[in-house]
């Protein structure tokens, strides 16, 4: 293929070697890439570690050779600075988080421009918010809204009061099913209730700190149940839990 440009947000760093490091970037062209980036001394790989630490969003040329699994890049640019995401840092911690999540559970390398557009509009509007409550809970949002686009989403015209969530089908049903991975139905209600939040309401959202961390456990669950189970191993979940 050759030189090809990619708009991609930043999910992971690795150091490769005493020069290079590989990023795993979501692109808006390919879907899921490995990404090879200059990491040594000096002021461009300075430059480069400061626009790749995730999440970032960038404009970058990828050399795409067949048989290649990593791809070398040039011209690394920012599409949008997120310079609150890079200097507060509560929002820097839940970016982070989000970051992670992502890096485990988006592993198709297909194209999927709507999937990228949502990641980037969601970080410009991290980057903008200004109401403590709506930062708190922007990243449970987050992630239940991306479950739509990666195709998980529990089918919501399934639910009435007092049924439960079967995790697994991702449907409400009057009974529990013959397995473990359910929610009781209070979970179950608080669950179906979400399909109502968006970032515009995300400040009347009045959780608790416990119901805050249920919510997130419940989302976090649905997702390793269908895309990942290495979400148990989450190094950023501790920190973000006592920020909120």
Known sequence: MGKVDLNIVTLRRVRYSDRHCIVTAWSREMGRVSLLVADGAGRTAARSRALTAPPGLLECV???????????????????????????PVKGMVAMFLAEVMAAVMNESQPDSATFDYISLSLRLLD??????AIANFHICFLYQLGRFLGIEPDVSTW?????????????????????????QYDSAT??????????????????????????????????????????????????????
């Not at 903008?128 to 409550?133: A, K, N």
């Not at 009435?160 to 397995?179: E, K, N």
């Not at 959780?207 to 149940?225: H, I, Q, W």
């Open 160 to 184: 009435r009061q007092g049924r439960v969530l079967d995790m697994r089908d991702g449907v409400f049903r009057t009974t529990p099913p013959p397995h473990a991975d359910f929610l009781d």
């Open 191 to 244: 669950a179906a209730s979400m399909t109502r939040m968006t970032f515009a309401n995300l400040r009347c959202w009045k959780f608790t700190r416990d119901g805050r961390n249920r919510a997130l456990d419940t989302v976090l669950r649905y997702l390793s149940l269908h895309l990942s189970p290495g979400l148990n191993g989450l190094q950023s979940l501790d920190v973000l839990r006592s920020l909120f």
């Open 62 to 88: 990828a050399d795409i050779r067949p048989g290649r699994d990593i791809y070398t890049v040039s011209q690394l640019r920012p599409i949008v600075p997120l310079a609150q995401v890079r200097s507060n």
């Open 128 to 133: 903008d918010l200004t109401d403590d409550t």
